[in-house]
């Protein structure tokens, strides 16, 4: 995976995210895109 920001987005950030998402602290995240890509979504 590349993004344009950082070069290679480190497999420790998309652990992070799964991390969260599987966490008491996102029980009323509902219906919203987590992208992790190094900004590139950002920035077209």
């Known amino acids: 995976m590349t993004g344009r920001l950082a070069g290679k987005?480190?497999?420790i950030t998309v652990v992070n995210a799964?991390?969260?998402l599987a966490?008491?602290?996102s029980a009323w995240v509902?219906?919203?895109h987590l992208v992790v890509d190094g900004g590139g979504?950002?920035?077209g």
């Open 41 to 43: 979504s950002v920035l």
């Open 30 to 32: 509902s219906g919203a």
């Open 9 to 11: 987005i480190a497999l």
């Open 23 to 25: 966490s008491d602290e």
């Open 18 to 20: 799964a991390v969260y």
